[in-house]
């Protein structure tokens, strides 16, 4: 159970997250009952293969997405700058304080994973710990704590585990068959029908996962806005890091680009990309929240 914070209440992040919960969740139980219903001999393999994944996927995605980052956890002595922003962050938000980690690499990012606050861990890269000053260091990583306070990151690795498990679902039905069935009609049908089956779940989890993730971006950055009285500091933090983003080499950000759902902005955005795929909000709409909320609190 996760305790309660004095981040601000999100009642429309809520309602998103179970509404996208419901439909990842039907949609999850037409896969597999297609699945099931074409390879009717394979369906304890079907049902055990599934079950196996979704506990490696929620159980270790915390420890797979800090290795595959590069992410490396720090003491307070090795990171007392990092540990103290966290630590009144912390202090604000009435949160227990996360595991920190530093990933070396020159993209100025940051990102939290863990499927729950007890297990979160909270990640700055070096290129944002050289380039942001202490006010927006702060807002950056109360944005952070933010998605660790609302569980987002757990509903995020629920959310993608469909996309994931169609693909691998998928290969797997297609090599037992060919395996088993040799080249009939039957395998014929088999290795039609699965990867489109495939292809359509692939697509409604992803947009519906984007949909989603964008909205929690807005509401992480509003949170952390109104806990630390500042979003002028996270605004200028974000500005800072966007415009940074075009000085890195694009051999690293392509090296980064598949984690940027985790990220607090996306390594690879740009005007080429369709919202409708984008897992963040656009600068412009994050930086309109952000002066509305500074207006408000201005009266």
Same mark, same amino acid.
């Given at each position: 159970?996760? @305790?309660?914070?004095?981040?601000?209440?999100?009642?429309?992040?809520?309602?998103?997250?179970? !509404?996208?919960?419901? +439909?990842?969740?039907?949609?999850?139980?037409? +896969?597999? %009952?297609?699945?099931?219903?074409?390879?009717?001999?394979?369906? /304890?393999?079907?049902?055990?293969?599934?079950?196996?994944?979704?506990?490696?996927?929620?159980?270790?995605?915390?420890?797979?997405?800090?290795?595959?980052?590069?992410?490396?956890?720090?003491?307070?002595?090795?990171?007392?700058?990092?540990? %103290? !922003?966290?630590?009144?962050?912390?202090?604000?938000?009435?949160?227990?304080?996360?595991?920190?980690? *530093?990933?070396?690499?020159?993209?100025?990012?940051?990102?939290?994973? %863990?499927?729950?606050?007890?297990?979160? #861990?909270?990640?700055? !890269?070096?290129?944002?710990? @050289?380039?942001?000053?202490?006010?927006?260091?702060?807002?950056?990583?109360?944005?952070?704590?933010?998605?660790?306070?609302?569980?987002?990151?757990?509903?995020?690795?629920?959310?993608?585990?469909?996309?994931?498990?169609?693909?691998?679902?998928? @290969?797997?039905?297609?090599?037992?068959?060919?395996?088993?069935?040799?080249?009939?009609?039957?395998?014929?049908?088999?290795?039609?029908?699965? /990867?489109?089956?495939?292809?359509?779940?692939?697509? *409604?989890?992803?947009?519906?996962?984007?949909?989603?993730?964008?909205?929690?971006?807005?509401?992480?950055?509003?949170?952390? =806005?109104?806990?630390?009285?500042?979003?002028?500091?996270?605004?200028?933090?974000?500005?800072? *890091?966007? %415009?940074?983003?075009?000085?890195?080499?694009?051999?690293?950000?392509?090296?980064?680009?598949? +984690?940027?759902?985790?990220? +607090? =902005? /996306?390594? #690879?955005?740009?005007?080429? #990309?369709?919202?409708?795929?984008?897992?963040?909000?656009?600068?412009?709409?994050?930086?309109?929240?952000?002066?509305? *909320?500074? @207006?408000?609190?201005?009266?």
């Amino acid at each position: 159970m996760a @305790r309660a914070t004095r981040y601000v209440p999100d009642s429309g992040l809520t309602r998103r997250m179970v !509404t996208t919960m419901f +439909f990842i969740g039907l949609l999850y139980v037409v +896969f597999m %009952g297609v699945l099931i219903a074409l390879l009717k001999n394979a369906w /304890p393999l079907i049902v055990l293969f599934a079950g196996g994944m979704f506990i490696v996927q929620f159980w270790f995605s915390d420890r797979i997405a800090a290795y595959s980052m590069g992410a490396r956890e720090v003491t307070p002595q090795q990171a007392p700058e990092l540990h %103290g !922003t966290i630590d009144r962050v912390c202090a604000l938000a009435d949160l227990p304080k996360p595991r920190v980690a *530093i990933a070396d690499t020159d993209v100025p990012n940051a990102f939290a994973t %863990g499927r729950s606050q007890d297990k979160a #861990l909270v990640c700055a !890269t070096t290129g944002l710990l @050289r380039r942001l000053t202490p006010e927006e260091l702060e807002g950056v990583l109360a944005h952070e704590l933010s998605h660790v306070a609302h569980r987002d990151v757990a509903v995020m690795t629920f959310a993608s585990f469909l996309g994931v498990l169609a693909g691998a679902l998928t @290969r797997m039905a297609l090599w037992g068959g060919l395996m088993r069935g040799g080249r009939n009609q039957n395998t014929a049908i088999l290795a039609l029908v699965i /990867p489109l089956v495939s292809v359509v779940v692939y697509v *409604i989890s992803f947009l519906l996962t984007r949909l989603l993730s964008r909205y929690r971006e807005l509401s992480a950055d509003r949170g952390a =806005a109104l806990l630390t009285g500042k979003p002028s500091a996270l605004a200028s933090a974000l500005t800072k *890091i966007t %415009g940074q983003m075009a000085r890195i080499p694009t051999r690293d950000l392509r090296r980064a680009e598949p +984690f940027n759902a985790f990220f +607090f =902005a /996306p390594a #690879l955005s740009g005007e080429s #990309l369709s919202r409708l795929f984008s897992s963040h909000p656009t600068l412009d709409q994050r930086l309109a929240q952000l002066a509305d *909320i500074s @207006r408000h609190l201005s009266r």
